[in-house]
């Protein structure tokens, strides 16, 4: 199955490459670098939750406010995480895909 | 672009959904649990690179076992930041693509 | 050896909790919180060093804003570190102490 | 008021220092590495908690299996908060009582 309608996982990361490119930011982008920058975005996500209560974190969209800063925190995680899988060539997809698969055997159902 | 030879975002969500409703772990899913996940399990690919030179780093892939580690700690940040944007609605890509659109403004290009 | 002419940690834990006691705060605190805003605040001190190469991050302390910046989040660490304590009743010099006897033995010298 | 009957935190930070010089680690421990391993002990600390609800993270000592991991951890997180400020001639104590100061200002109570 295919995405006709809307951006795909290949596009993004030669838009972020080019954007990186285009202000001389590749310099900084060590895998290192990236995989610590991915955790700071997912840090970012958490602080809105760690007040909350489970049942609060489950209505955060209903606001627009907290809806668009939601948002923009899983655009940076997705950013960063596709940036490192790019500098070292590793297909996210498949390799969740492949994970799944293992994570089936390894936890049956119940 | 699409691709036709691999998986998708929308069938890795509708099999993680499934996989998490087989085994009875939906009530655990909360917005907040699954940041929180996500943020542990990108914590898990940081420690892979925390006592690395930038240069060794950028060689993590070279041996099968690092590059096998790697690939599963990519695939565990992408499950749970997938599995956060299907609890709350949110299309991943888009928010990407829209930051994008939205940095491209706020960072003009050197 | 005792310090005589600073703070100790017994005070500023019982400051902390006069202080998160005084504005209504205790329902918040529950330890699962307290421990994910440590790993935000932990998160916010790494952000300070993210694109920093390790030769930059040994300067942090030279220029007073990036200075005032480390130390504020030190604080915040140390302050979210010492409420989970706190609240768990647990002694967190003495966990240390256990701990490096412990690694003793676990990481024999060269 | 001083801490007689037990580890202080000059001493402990000498402990750690002594540790890593006797390893060999002293270059691994630039002020980067030592946040970002902060980072990551923060949220190995997190995961214990992760898919528990408020009250149950509440009772998270009871069991001497989870008493000893969560004081594992929070000996980890100390040893690199302190490491960290080591190198960089920080008092984390001291700097944690100007920020409680601070925030007595600024947050006032109810």
């Given at each position: 199955?295919?995405?006709?309608?809307?951006?795909?996982?290949?596009?993004?990361?030669?838009r972020?490459?080019?954007?990186?490119?285009?202000?001389?930011w590749?310099p900084?982008?060590t895998?290192?670098?990236?995989?610590?920058?991915?955790?700071?975005?997912?840090?970012?996500?958490?602080?809105?939750?760690q007040?909350?209560?489970?049942?609060?974190?489950?209505?955060?969209?209903?606001?627009?406010?907290g809806?668009?800063?939601?948002?923009?925190?899983?655009?940076?995680?997705?950013?960063?995480?596709?940036?490192?899988?790019?500098?070292?060539?590793?297909?996210?997809?498949?390799?969740?895909?492949?994970k799944?698969?293992?994570?089936?055997?390894?936890?049956?159902?119940?």
């Amino acid at each position: 199955m295919t995405r006709d309608d809307g951006p795909d996982v290949e596009g993004l990361q030669r838009r972020l490459a080019d954007f990186a490119a285009a202000r001389g930011w590749e310099p900084y982008h060590t895998p290192k670098n990236l995989a610590v920058a991915l955790s700071v975005e997912a840090a970012e996500l958490v602080e809105i939750f760690q007040w909350l209560t489970p049942e609060e974190s489950a209505r955060v969209m209903e606001e627009p406010e907290g809806a668009h800063r939601v948002r923009d925190e899983v655009a940076d995680v997705l950013a960063y995480l596709l940036q490192f899988c790019e500098v070292l060539g590793i297909d996210a997809l498949q390799a969740l895909s492949e994970k799944i698969d293992r994570n089936e055997i390894r936890f049956p159902p119940k």
